[in-house]
Each structure stands twice: as C-alpha cells, then as structure tokens.
C-alpha cells in the first residue's frame, strides 16, 4: 500500500499525538487528528518547557520505600497522595516500588537514554522547520542545591547523566550568581548543564506542529473518541460523540496518544497499561521574565523555574490523586510562595495556577509501538516528566514503524 493510501487516526492532540500526526503526514499517510479539546490544552499545555536528555534516572530510584513514607506525611514535600485515592493508587504504588530494585532502575535508565538521544537537536531543526524558532532557548540548564548534603541525595541521578554522555559543571554561589543574579541565599550549589535547551512556550509549540500538520493536508478533528474496535478486514473504528459515518471513522491504524485518559481507551480492548497520573501544577507570574534566563531547578523541591513569553513559569509538584479530583489550590500556593521565597524581585506580582495530569508508567518508561496482538492498534503513552522532551523521537519511531523506508514528504 501506497503511503497515501494508508488511513491513520491519531488519537490525542497533546505534544505526543501532535508529534506523531505530523510525522506521519510528512511521511505521506492519509492522517487525522482527533482531540476533544483544543489541542495542546492537556498536560502538555502547562509544562515547564525543558528539553531535558540528560533526565535518565526513573522516578522511582533505590531508597524511594524508605523516602516516600515521610515525604508523603510532609505537607511541604514535592510527593502528594491525598488520603481518599490511597486505595486506588496502591496497586500502581507498589509497581512504582518494584521498579525502584538496583537492576530495573538501570534497564529503565538505558532505555530512557535511547528514547532521548538527540532529542534537542531535533527539536531545534523542528521549531525553525515550523517557523516558530524563537520557542527554542538554549542556553543551559541550572539545577541548585543548598549544600553538598543536598546534591549528595541526588549522586546517582548525576553519575548517570555522565555515564550517558551529559556533561555538566559544579558551581560555588559565586558562580550561581554570575549566571543568574536573582537567586537567593538559600542556594550555594549549582550543577549546570550546559547544552540542555528550553521550549519557552509549549502550547504555541503544540499549536504551531498543528498548523504544519494541517498545511500539509492533514486533517484535524474536534471530536471525542469514546471506543474503537478492530473490524473483520483488519481496519479499525472509532465510535465518536460526533455523529460522523462509518466510512469516515474506519482507519486502517490508530495511534493511541491520549495522555493520562488512554485507558479509558484501552482497557476494554483488553490492552492493560499500568498508566497513573501525576498531577503536576504551575504558578505562572504576570511579568517576572528577568528573574531568570535559562530553565533553573530548584532541585532540592523538584521545581522548575522557566522565562516563558508570557511570564515566570514556576512548575512542580506530584500529585498521586486520579483524574476526577479537582485541583488542589494548595499546592500551587506552595509553588508560589517557594518562588517568591527564592526570588525577591516578584514581590507585588500576581500569579495563576494551573493543574495537569502526566501519564506516568511505575518505571517512567513511556510505551511506543504496535500493540501486542493487534494489528493496526498503536501506542504512545506514559511519557511522564519528559514527554516535551521525547515528543520528537516518539513520533520518529511511530513512523518509521508504522511506514518503514517507503516513506515520502508530500
Ligand atoms: C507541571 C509539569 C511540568 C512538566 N515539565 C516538563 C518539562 O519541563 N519537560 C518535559 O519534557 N515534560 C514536562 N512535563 C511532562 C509533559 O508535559 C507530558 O509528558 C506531556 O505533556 C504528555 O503529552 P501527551 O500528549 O501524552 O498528553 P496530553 O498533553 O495530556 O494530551 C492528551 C490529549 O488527548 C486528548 N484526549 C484524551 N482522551 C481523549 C478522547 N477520548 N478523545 C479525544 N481526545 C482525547 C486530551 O484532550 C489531550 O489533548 C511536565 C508536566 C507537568 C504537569
């Protein structure tokens, strides 16, 4: 079958689904994209923007059983499980442990490290492609600590960036200030990546990979998919709250991309992905772009700190609570007053929360390919913390598995 020929339905419009349905369509398939909401309106709206490779340390790493308990009991602590989704979240819970032995961490580091080789490059090639070049930012990323204490608890995550090919450079106060001034006293230890770069508005990039799609003859789809089921010649349908006929809703492969909502998808398909959302939340500051110029990590809190277009993004936080609690205010309040903790020169501006869920798998290893024992059905969920990040290499992968060789740009 001729690219052109081939029918393909993307499910989910987030940074992932966007991705993929324009690789796909610069691949020559037949390509629609389908989101209920406006796309880039998910998880992939509110990130902190960092193009992250060098993140190859899981979530989960050794010790996180002795950790977890008392980060869990600390109200300040970046870990939230709030008390009625206990139950819920435990079978996931003790997957996320499982995955935390010596052995998987590494299995998990290595593959994370092949699903980010490149990862920047690519995404700079991209946003010019796309014509918005101004979205990418590199200009390093600076993590902070207190003191050596602090940067000691995070040893293995910095011996597994160098193992991986992640240089980075350790500096005193001194040298956190020479690059970026604001910062406050409480940070005397800065670990900086140097090559690591920025997307300083994701949703403007999401919506700019939607308008390449669409130029090129792709088509998107304001719709929600409430089932799909494989037909008897090996095509697939979705059923739609649109009401769009049966020809128009047969594919001949679907990409599940529908963030921490794919095993709504999924399950009655009998495919089981041990997907959780962890719901992250920023605090975005009208004005306060200048407080810094480079993605900084507030790495003992696990907060992002972005000089997005719009404003100072202050990002963080996981939440283990599901998908139908509404957000918790108090969270983002923590975020803010850390900001305004660490950065005096916000003081008198406002700031607005937001709420996303991120598809988390135990092992923060992101599911990308063919669905086992389904022909035509394909999967990219789970990217977690990164899928910015390895949005790019995701929808390389789908592609050429999906189209191989035969490929052609239209
Ligand atoms: C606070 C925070 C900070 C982060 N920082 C970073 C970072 O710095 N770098 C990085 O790489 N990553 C970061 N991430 C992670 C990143 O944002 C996510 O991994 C990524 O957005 C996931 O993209 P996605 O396309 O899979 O999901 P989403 O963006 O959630 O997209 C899923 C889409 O599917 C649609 N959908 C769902 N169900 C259906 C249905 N049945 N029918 C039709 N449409 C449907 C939804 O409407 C949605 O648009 C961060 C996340 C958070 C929360």
């Known amino acids: 079958m001729r690219p052109a020929d081939l029918r393909v339905a993307v499910i989910g419009a987030g ?21 209920r909401d406006e796309p ?3 998880c992939s709206y509110g990130n902190s923007g960092a193009l992250s490779p060098g993140s190859v340390a899981p979530l989960a790493m050794p010790g996180i059983l002795s950790s977890a308990p008392r980060m ?10 709030p008390l009625p989704y206990l139950a819920k979240a435990v079978p996931w819970l003790m997957r996320f442990v499982a995955s935390a032995q010596p052995s998987r961490v590494a299995l998990s580091a290595a593959k994370l490290a092949a699903l980010h080789a ?16 101004e979205l990418f930012v590199r200009r390093g990323h600076l993590h902070l600590y207190p003191d050596a204490r602090a ?19 350790q500096l005193d106060r001194d040298g956190i200030l020479a690059l970026e001034p604001h910062v406050g006293e409480r940070y005397r230890v800065g670990m900086f990546i140097a090559d690591h770069a920025t997307i300083v508005n994701p949703f403007r990039y999401v919506q700019a990979m939607v308008r390449g799609f669409t130029a090129r003859g792709g088509r998107l789809r304001h719709d929600e998919v409430r089932a799909m089921a494989p037909l008897e010649d090996g095509r697939w349908c979705l059923a739609t709250a649109g009401a769009v006929d049966g020809a128009e809703n047969s594919f001949d492969h679907v990409v599940v991309a529908a963030g921490a909502w794919s095993r709504r998808l999924l399950d009655p398909l009998g495919v089981h992905l041990a997907l959780e959302s962890q719901r992250g939340y920023h605090v975005q500051f009208q004005g306060g772009r200048g407080t810094v110029s480079r993605t900084v990590v507030l790495a003992d809190r696990k907060i992002f700190v972005t000089p997005m277009e719009e404003g100072l993004r202050v990002g963080g936080t996981v939440e283990i609570g599901g998908l139908e609690r509404p957000p918790d205010p108090r969270r983002a309040a923590i ?3 850390i900001a305004r903790e660490t950065f005096a020169n916000l003081d008198g501006l406002k700031a ?22 389904r022909p035509g059905l394909w999967l990219a969920v789970g990217h977690g913390h990164l899928g910015l990040t390895d949005s790019i290499n995701t929808a390389q992968s789908i592609a050429s598995g999906m189209l191989g060789a035969r490929s052609i740009t239209p």
Do not use: N
């Not at 966007?18 to 398939?29: E, P, V, Y």
């Not at 490149?118 to 070049?133: C, M, Q, S």
């Open 15 to 35: 940074v992932v689904g966007s991705c993929i349905a324009l690789a796909l369509r610069k691949r020559g398939a037949t390509v629609t994209l389908v989101d």
């Open 40 to 42: 880039g309106r998910g």
């Open 72 to 81: 869990l009991l600390d109200e300040e602590s970046p870990l939230h499980l």
């Open 118 to 133: 490149g990862a920047i490059d690519r995404h700079e090639a991209l946003a010019r492609e796309l014509g918005v070049p």
């Open 151 to 169: 940067l000691a608890k995070d040893a293995a995550g910095w011996r597994m960036r160098l193992h991986y090919g992640y240089p980075f450079t």
């Open 335 to 337: 975020l803010e007053r």
């Open 352 to 373: 607005k929360q937001w709420m996303g869920h991120r598809p988390c798998m135990p092992d923060s290893v992101p599911v990308i390919g063919p669905a086992a024992g």
